[in-house]
């Protein structure tokens, strides 16, 4: 009840510059929404670039590690050369342990458990092509090359095979969740701009309502009843009530000095009629005095 008081006390002036100053600060709220916004999908974006990047390179260095280490493997019964099939062997191991590097380092961020899941049976795939291959090089080594090539064919082809499902298996994981993150991009920059129409839509009409209530019922309702008084002023009905007189604004301020010009007339009216009283009670006392006067002279007569 008091702040309905205070805006009533507030000046014309004053309501339109706080309209002004709401609109103003609605363009910021606006703008910084906006920025928020603008920010929250850029980093959204960001983050599936990083983790699409990410996972690309770790497809790309654990395939091309594993088509190596098959490679190795492949060729390891016809090596001869215990020496050189031991650095064989270690590069054989140096290229699986550089996989599972990537595949711990790609697991290292934010992502879906179906990428989790298709990691994980790389993983096992991996274990699997590793003691299979163990064995080609264990029979190498002991220059036992029929059971190295039975080896091959029997173990290290079907793991491979595994590995290389496991592979394809991860690669449409990592796109389904990109698929799914760009869904979610998507889904989110809608909500986001939804809620900024929708702010933007209720601020317009919140200041337009709260223009048009000053503007309509404060100043131009207040001045169009203030000329038809004045216009009945005018005329010489000086029986008519002055509106918004209490009022502590402009209006107030001019319902006030209509009041003077109206309780001025009333008294120019009155000193009119007063005047015209007086000038009547003075006519009758000289009619008195000349028929007196009249009586007299013929007496005398």
Known sequence: MRGIRGLGRMKVSTKLSSIVGAALLALCVMGAIAVYAAGEIRDLGASLQAESDRLAKMKLDVALGIERAIGEVNSAPAELD???LKVKHERFNGLL???RTALSDALAGDTSPAVKAADAEIVNALAGFETASNKVFEHTAAFAQPEAIATLQSAVAPAQSTLQGALQQFDQA???NSAAK???IRATTATITQTVV???VTLVLGIATLSYLT??????RPITAMTGVMTRLSSGNSGVAIPYAERF???GAMGKAVQVFKDNMIRAEELAAKEETERAAKEKRTQ???KLIGEFDTGIK
């Open 215 to 220: 503007v309509s019922r404060g100043v131009v």
């Open 97 to 99: 342990a550089s996989a």
């Open 182 to 184: 760009s869904a979610d």
């Open 198 to 200: 929708g702010l933007m």
């Open 82 to 84: 215990l020496a050189k």
């Open 288 to 290: 008195v005095i000349e």
């Open 249 to 251: 604004d402009e209006i």
């Open 174 to 176: 990592a796109n389904a």
